[in-house]
């Protein structure tokens, strides 16, 4: 699915999109559940995008549905896997996620998802034309992107019809945080994040 010039949700992520972006480079962000790499291999081809040209895989946080077919993704396409420093050691199973994220790790081991064999920390650097803008909260390491005018958000929040709402508490490393960073968010769009903020 188009959403804009060069910006694309791919169906077959459908549920827990991931987004290719065809910058200067070619970027996918979020890789969704596991399970999809041949489908999304497919999908990025039918594009007209060769596989080899995936120049980075960008991840906002490290659940599940996120980090699904990074492993698969980076060695099929070579790409360079990117998050951020706090998630990182989840990503690989350096630490155990908490609370109902253990059930996400079991049901990894279940599907016997690979673990990526590299990750860089985006250490404050912007990739190409993408902005990465720290919100952590639901993740200790849950960034943001911004590009050109369009925010991929991860699990910052959710879209309930149409109204942008905060995950559930459940599903949060740290609510305060969350909050705060919905808050810094609506400073940096100063639109559109209206409707949420009256309910924190
Ligand atoms: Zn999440």
């Keep these: 699915m188009k959403i804009e010039e060069n910006v694309y949700a791919l169906e077959s992520t459908k549920g827990s999109y991931a987004y290719l972006v065809e910058d200067k480079e070619t970027i996918l962000i979020d890789t969704g559940r596991p399970g999809k790499v041949k489908n ?3 999908e990025i081809e039918s594009l007209n995008i060769k596989p080899e040209n995936l120049k980075h895989i960008l991840l906002t946080h490290h659940d599940v549905d ?13 790409a360079t896997l990117w998050a951020s420093k706090e998630d990182i050691p989840y990503i690989l199973g350096d630490k155990g996620r908490p609370g109902v994220k253990k059930l996400g ?16 920390s985006y250490n404050d650097h912007n990739i190409d034309d993408i902005e990465i803008i720290p919100t ?15 925010l991929f ?19 949060n490393a740290d609510e305060e945080s969350i909050k705060e960073s ?17 309910n924190l």
């Design 105 to 120: 790790s079991l049901f990894m081991r279940f599907m016997r998802v690979k673990t990526p064999e590299k990750i860089k």
């Design 153 to 171: 958000a991860g699990d910052l929040v959710r879209n309930s019809n149409g109204v942008l709402k905060k995950p559930p508490a459940i599903t």
């Design 40 to 42: 999304i291999l497919k």
């Design 182 to 198: 919905i808050l810094k968010m609506s400073n940096i769009l100063l639109n559109g994040f209206a409707q949420i903020m009256e």
């Design 66 to 78: 996120r980090i699904g077919n990074a492993a698969l993704l980076q060695k099929e396409t070579g």
């Design 136 to 150: 952590p909260g639901h993740t200790p390491g849950h960034v943001s992107f911004l590009y050109k005018d369009i």
